[in-house]
């Protein structure tokens, strides 16, 4: 990361992942001492950003955006070298300060003052990035500059937009004071409630924190400004502003697309080649001696070499005689040509994309149709806006337009992507012992008040009335969960990084499996410890410990009984104690869970998928 100035400045490092998942454009960035925000795609210098190739996830880009949309890239890199002045410390993602109030870390001085007040100076170290911070001369303790800390509170809306909080606004109950007003922000007791943090101006002004938050923070608050500070830019905005703590989980939610990178073509020199074509395209037109001679020279060629030339020359004439690639033109179909991947029935070896069959263990052959062991995975996601306040809610096609907040001025020619590559586990559950369980009488009833939650859930956000994602969704969701905790207690992956890829079709798409799946922004992948688990005489016992663990929760029988259609909830007998996962791992935000659906609960032993 680096901020913008007239000289770069690094002020810290983050994953490529953690840039579409926790920190990305428009989002706030707590370091050690500073408060950033990534800042639009406008300024990022592509220089150093590398192109990524996925047609399919670039295809369901374009539907939601538009043709314009060129390219996937990735984040702005150089590899660090131990020359602290070379090129890489001016190469990153381009952050600001913000919020852009700082308050002055000594008790006795507490002065809040923007930080281009003059009060405060920067000091950075090339040694020591992440120690960048502001201080103010006021000679705290020992006679040395305090900190000068970021303010603790930010103004939001439910329309994407931040800014920075009021604070002389709020201070005056509204009224402009003029110029020439300084202002402090302290603490009066012990509790840190908003009640006892007090803004207080020399003129006498003073008032707590706890009128702009809460019920009747409206009457305090000014209207929102529709700032987009990662933009630079302001709109108009009916939404009311609302106050949010610094680093409040709820300032910015991703929206993102994510797809599996699958075969094309059945050799591997072909999908080299098929992924690089847009570079070796213009070699199919030209005589053999001089395509193999140019062939050499390009820069993929490194890629290309472990084939040698007249295989690579083969391969890119019968790419060049191939069809068109008709890729589906439908974002709600990313998952069907995995699912085919998965399900063909075949051993595939290709760098991001090898497969094998694996016996299923015989006692789970009534319900388990086949496993797939996946040691090789390449997962490519994709940041194309973000929200604030409310995550986007499922399916992120119902966001309206003007919840979901640009990531550059204009219409995007390119987005952000992050490369993962890891290994998984595929298990396929078989479609008609599913179909005759949606079918049972006391299902359908379970189904019915599930069905309710959801419509009530939507009403209550005044969203539009989406389909239920049905029955085996739920199912297929529930047990992934209860597979992930048993799964992180042996494969020596956290809970968290293990993710989950659920394929519930309907009667007229009998799809019915999931994928569990651990990766990292390493181009060597995973170590092979989740794939481990999925072998025949492993996989079984651990399936057999999954659901007898979900049976009894710890929080039973309130877990159990749980209504979802009393609080609206989308997910039914389901809690932190016993199915909820990691934000990273969840595709759904833990929601359209239920144990009653996947074995027998205390509150409901008949609807359950694995009864006794």
Same mark, same amino acid.
């Given at each position: 990361?680096?901020?913008?100035?007239?000289?770069?400045?690094?002020?810290?490092?983050?994953?490529?992942?953690?840039?579409?998942?926790?920190?990305?454009?428009?989002?706030?960035?707590?370091?050690?001492?500073?408060?950033?925000?990534?800042?639009?795609?406008?300024?990022?210098?592509?220089?150093?950003?590398?192109?990524?190739?996925?047609?399919?996830?670039?295809?369901?880009?374009?539907?939601?955006?538009?043709?314009?949309?060129?390219?996937?890239?990735?984040?702005?890199?150089? !590899?660090?070298?131990?020359?602290?002045?070379?090129?890489?410390?001016?190469?990153?993602?381009?952050?600001?300060?913000?919020?852009?109030?700082?308050?002055?870390?000594?008790?006795?001085?507490?002065?809040?003052?923007?930080?281009?007040?003059?009060?405060?100076?920067?000091?950075?170290?090339?040694?020591?990035?992440?120690?960048?911070?502001?201080?103010?001369?006021?000679?705290?303790?020992?006679?040395?500059?305090?900190?000068?800390?970021?303010?603790?509170?930010?103004?939001?809306?439910?329309?994407?937009?931040?800014?920075?909080?009021?604070?002389?606004?709020?201070?005056?109950?509204?009224?402009?004071? &003029?110029?020439?007003?300084?202002?402090?922000?302290?603490?009066? &007791?012990?509790?840190?409630?908003?009640?006892?943090?007090?803004?207080?101006?020399?003129?006498?002004?003073?008032?707590?924190?706890?009128?702009?938050?809460?019920?009747?923070?409206?009457?305090?608050? *000014?209207?929102?400004?529709?700032?987009?500070?990662?933009?630079?830019?302001?709109?108009?905005?009916?939404?009311?502003?609302?106050?949010?703590?610094? @680093?409040? $989980?709820?300032?910015?939610?991703?929206?993102?697309?994510? =797809?599996?990178?699958?075969?094309?073509?059945?050799?591997?020199?072909?999908?080299?080649?098929?992924?690089?074509?847009?570079?070796?395209?213009?070699?199919?037109?030209?005589?053999?001696?001089?395509?193999?001679?140019?062939?050499?020279?390009? $820069?993929?060629?490194?890629?290309?070499?472990?084939?040698?030339?007249?295989?690579?020359?083969?391969?890119?004439?019968?790419?060049?005689?191939?069809?068109?690639?008709?890729?589906?033109?439908?974002?709600?179909?990313?998952?069907?040509?995995?699912?085919?991947?998965?399900?063909?029935?075949?051993?595939?070896?290709?760098?991001?994309?090898?497969?094998?069959?694996?016996?299923?263990? !015989?006692?789970?052959?009534?319900?388990?149709?086949?496993?797939?062991?996946?040691?090789?995975?390449?997962?490519?996601?994709?940041?194309?806006?973000?929200?604030?306040?409310? %995550?986007?809610?499922?399916?992120?096609?119902?966001?309206?337009?003007?919840?979901?907040?640009?990531?550059?001025?204009?219409?995007? $020619?390119?987005?952000?992507?992050?490369?993962?590559?890891?290994?998984?586990?595929?298990?396929?559950?078989?479609?008609?012992?599913?179909?005759?369980?949606?079918?049972?009488?006391?299902?359908?009833?379970?189904?019915?008040?599930?069905?309710?939650?959801?419509?009530?859930?939507? %009403?209550?956000? &005044?969203?539009?009335? /989406?389909?239920?994602?049905?029955?085996?969704?739920?199912?297929?969701?529930?047990?992934?969960?209860?597979?992930?905790?048993?799964?992180?207690?042996?494969?020596?992956?956290?809970? /968290?990084?293990?993710?989950?890829?659920?394929?519930?079709?309907?009667?007229?798409?009998?799809?019915?499996?999931?994928?569990?799946?651990?990766?990292?922004?390493?181009?060597?992948?995973?170590?092979?410890?989740? =794939?481990?688990?999925?072998?025949?005489?492993?996989?079984?016992?651990?399936?057999?410990?999954?659901?007898?663990?979900?049976?009894?929760?710890?929080?039973?029988?309130?877990?159990?009984?749980?209504?979802?259609?009393?609080?609206?909830?989308?997910?039914?007998?389901?809690?932190?104690?016993?199915?909820?996962?990691?934000?990273?791992?969840?595709?759904?935000?833990?929601?359209?869970?239920?144990?009653?659906?996947?074995?027998?609960?205390?509150?409901? *032993? &008949?609807? @359950?998928?694995?009864?006794?």
């Amino acid at each position: 990361m680096s901020r913008p100035q007239q000289r770069s400045l690094r002020v810290g490092a983050l994953r490529p992942n953690q840039l579409l998942h926790t920190y990305g454009v428009g989002s706030v960035a707590d370091l050690p001492s500073l408060s950033v925000l990534t800042l639009g795609l406008a300024h990022w210098d592509l220089t150093h950003s590398l192109p990524v190739t996925e047609d399919r996830l670039l295809t369901a880009l374009r539907r939601r955006l538009g043709g314009q949309l060129e390219s996937l890239r990735l984040p702005p890199h150089l !590899p660090e070298t131990s020359d602290l002045f070379a090129d890489w410390t001016r190469v990153g993602v381009p952050v600001a300060l913000f919020p852009t109030w700082l308050r002055c870390s000594d008790t006795r001085c507490n002065r809040l003052a923007p930080a281009d007040s003059g009060l405060f100076e920067l000091l950075s170290s090339p040694y020591q990035p992440d120690r960048a911070r502001y201080v103010h001369s006021c000679r705290g303790n020992g006679n040395s500059r305090p900190t000068a800390v970021p303010a603790r509170f930010v103004l939001a809306c439910d329309n994407g937009h931040l800014d920075d909080f009021p604070w002389s606004y709020v201070a005056h109950s509204g009224t402009d004071p &003029g110029a020439g007003h300084s202002l402090t922000l302290a603490e009066r &007791g012990s509790t840190g409630e908003a009640a006892n943090i007090f803004i207080s101006c020399e003129c006498k002004a003073s008032r707590p924190m706890s009128v702009a938050l809460g019920l009747h923070a409206e009457r305090t608050l *000014p209207a929102c400004r529709g700032r987009h500070p990662h933009l630079n830019t302001y709109e108009p905005c009916d939404a009311p502003a609302r106050t949010l703590a610094l @680093g409040a $989980t709820n300032s910015w939610f991703a929206m993102q697309l994510r =797809v599996f990178s699958i075969p094309r073509a059945e050799h591997p020199v072909d999908q080299v080649v098929d992924d690089l074509w847009r570079d070796l395209s213009m070699l199919a037109g030209l005589d053999a001696a001089t395509a193999k001679m140019i062939m050499q020279t390009q $820069t993929c060629w490194s890629e290309l070499k472990p084939y040698g030339v007249e295989r690579v020359w083969a391969a890119i004439q019968r790419r060049s005689k191939a069809e068109p690639d008709d890729t589906p033109d439908d974002s709600d179909d990313l998952r069907k040509p995995e699912w085919l991947a998965f399900t063909a029935g075949t051993s595939t070896e290709l760098p991001d994309f090898t497969i094998r069959p694996e016996p299923v263990p !015989p006692e789970h052959r009534h319900w388990l149709r086949e496993v797939v062991l996946a040691p090789r995975l390449r997962e490519v996601s994709a940041l194309y806006g973000f929200t604030r306040i409310d %995550a986007p809610e499922w399916k992120v096609l119902d966001t309206p337009d003007v919840r979901r907040a640009p990531l550059t001025i204009g219409k995007p $020619t390119w987005l952000p992507c992050a490369e993962m590559r890891g290994e998984g586990i595929f298990l396929r559950v078989d479609e008609e012992r599913v179909v005759e369980w949606e079918h049972r009488p006391e299902v359908k009833q379970r189904e019915q008040l599930l069905v309710h939650a959801h419509d009530r859930w939507r %009403a209550q956000r &005044g969203l539009d009335q /989406a389909p239920w994602p049905g029955l085996r969704y739920v199912l297929l969701h529930t047990l992934a969960h209860v597979l992930i905790r048993e799964l992180a207690l042996e494969c020596g992956y956290s809970a /968290a990084g293990i993710g989950e890829r659920i394929y519930a079709g309907t009667d007229e798409t009998p799809a019915a499996g999931v994928l569990l799946y651990t990766s990292a922004p390493d181009s060597e992948g995973t170590l092979g410890g989740l =794939v481990s688990l999925g072998r025949k005489d492993r996989l079984g016992s651990l399936v057999e410990r999954a659901l007898e663990a979900a049976r009894l929760c710890s929080s039973d029988p309130l877990c159990a009984e749980h209504d979802p259609t009393v609080h609206a909830r989308l997910s039914a007998a389901a809690c932190h104690a016993c199915l909820f996962a990691a934000e990273t791992s969840c595709e759904r935000g833990n929601h359209y869970l239920d144990r009653a659906l996947l074995v027998d609960t205390l509150n409901d *032993p &008949g609807s @359950g998928f694995f009864a006794r």
